[in-house]
């Protein structure tokens, strides 16, 4: 089995909640989707990076791993799009009793019901209409896709928080409908957190907006919490 990976290093995690943590980050290479407010670009081509064997790839891990390292994060690009791959790794670190972590668009609920029972962190991520993720058209599979991913983590009892990021673009009635969808499938019980993650250096929500969309989420989740991304405060990678 190959695997493209783009980098690895280890930094500050800076989003969601386990912002803080001393993290590795195993960034694979490639996703086909279109995000306005993408961060990765230069991980997005499907040829970009370097291509390993899986055993390779589970060395670099182990020779990049440092001390008191709190958790792996499989990250991207899109990481789904090379699934077994991420499987294969994640069963990896595990084995060296370090915790896992998945940040993936939860795009396709197949693919992440593979790799999910080698992953011990999940953060769904749901996209809002005018992330430009997918068209229009789309978006309703991927908002199904999402959920069934949702669902899988509450039943397999992962540690599991929802992040939503929301821009200047963010329509307050799409975003009201995609807390009822996420509400019917799960209690607030079942989530470690809901974060509102504002985009940064593009579109940016005023804080009026920012607090519109967390009133609107406090009523199913009163710890929800706006979070901006850490690591671009910290100028880290
Ligand atoms: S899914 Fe992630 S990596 Fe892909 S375009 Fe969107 S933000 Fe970028």
């Known amino acids: 089995m190959k695997v493209r990976l783009f980098e690895i290093f280890t930094s500050v995690e800076g989003e969601g909640i386990l912002y803080g943590t001393k993290t590795l980050f195993v960034r694979l290479a490639g996703c086909p989707f279109t995000c306005f407010y993408c961060d990765t670009v230069d991980a997005l ?12 790839a589970c060395g670099l891990i182990d020779k ?72 229009s058209k789309h978006y309703p599979n991927l908002i199904e896709n999402t959920l069934d991913c949702l669902r899988y983590c509450v039943s397999s009892k992962k540690i599991t928080y929802i992040k939503v990021v929301v821009s200047s673009k963010t329509k307050v009635e799409p975003f009201k409908k995609l807390l009822t969808d996420i509400f019917k499938v ?51 990678p």
């Open 45 to 56: 081509p499907l040829d970009s990076g370097k291509e390993y064997a899986i055993e390779e």
């Open 186 to 236: 799960v209690s607030k019980e079942d989530l470690a957190g809901f974060i509102i993650q504002p985009t940064y250096g593009i579109s940016e929500p005023s804080l009026e907006h920012l607090l519109n969309l967390y009133d609107l989420v406090h009523p199913y989740y009163n710890y929800v919490r706006i979070i901006p991304q850490l690591q671009k405060l910290m100028g880290a």
């Open 64 to 135: 990049e791993l440092q001390d008191k390292t709190f958790k792996v994060n499989f990250t991207g690009g899109e990481p789904l799009i090379q699934h077994d791959a991420v499987a294969e790794m994640a069963k990896h670190v595990q084995s060296l009793k370090i915790p896992t972590y998945l940040e993936s668009a939860c795009f396709d609920s197949n693919k992440f019901s593979h790799v999910l029972p080698f992953i011990d962190y999940v953060k769904i991520e749901f996209k809002t209409v005018d992330s430009n993720f997918v068209d």
